[in-house]
């Protein structure tokens, strides 16, 4: 049973330096279609209504940029009830995430046009790692942030609230304010992206684990035959 095993992990490790299927090429390629666009389109969309701003307040995160809506007054607006109760200034500069998170998505950009062109399964599993854990590390940083603006609150605000989650995902009554926030066309493009790059991978190791197995019965057989 062991040397069973050992056969079928030295196959598996061999199926790995192989080079990236010749027909999943052409498909990496075409996923930089939904990556460089994704960071062209917004990522995610918060909305706010209340009786005194009937016609609402919007604020939409890009992967480089904070812009609000009304051609960028609502964030004053915003920023002024932040004020009141005690929350952090919206500041593009604060957001030091939007100064990295282009710069690693090229990264990957760049990753997978090498694994396309050059690539092997290894490479590949590589990128799909990559591509899984930034995926995940910027949604917490997102929701960390959103968690520290509710939560960081001023003690000498004119306005006491009790520390709160802003809406991430969906609909949330603020006071007087329903506010109301969704991924937007960036964040659906990433995701294709991403789930693309993960699907091919996944293909790859499945497809890699039948031939381990397949060369390690042929082994077997091989040596059943030779005693």
Do not use: C
């Amino acid at each position: 049973m062991r040397e069973r095993l050992k056969r079928a992990l030295q196959g598996f490790y061999a199926f790995m330096d192989e080079p990236v299927f010749l027909g999943a090429r052409p498909w990496l390629l075409l996923l930089l279609i939904p990556l460089i666009f994704g960071l062209l389109q917004p990522l995610w969309h918060i909305e706010m209504t209340a009786p005194q701003y009937p016609k609402g307040l919007s604020l939409h995160v890009y992967s480089h940029s904070l812009v609000g809506g009304h051609d960028g007054a609502d964030i004053r607006e915003i920023n002024i009830l932040n004020h009141y109760i005690g929350m952090q200034k919206l500041d593009r500069a604060m957001f030091t995430e939007l100064d990295w998170l282009p710069f690693a998505f090229g990264v990957l950009a760049l990753l997978l046009v090498r694994v396309a062109v050059l690539g092997n399964v290894r490479a590949l599993v590589d990128l799909a790692v990559l591509v899984l854990y930034l995926s995940g590390f910027s949604l917490f940083r997102f929701a960390h942030k959103m968690y520290v603006y509710g939560h960081d609150l001023s003690p000498d605000a004119p306005i006491r609230v009790k520390p709160f989650m802003p809406a991430m995902w969906g609909h949330k009554q603020i006071g007087n304010f329903e506010t109301y926030a969704y991924p937007g066309t960036g964040s659906y493009l990433l995701g294709t992206f991403a789930v693309g790059v993960l699907l091919i991978a996944l293909y790859h190791l499945v497809v890699g684990r039948l031939r381990a197995r397949r060369a390690a019965k042929r082994l077997s057989a091989a040596a059943l035959e030779r005693s």
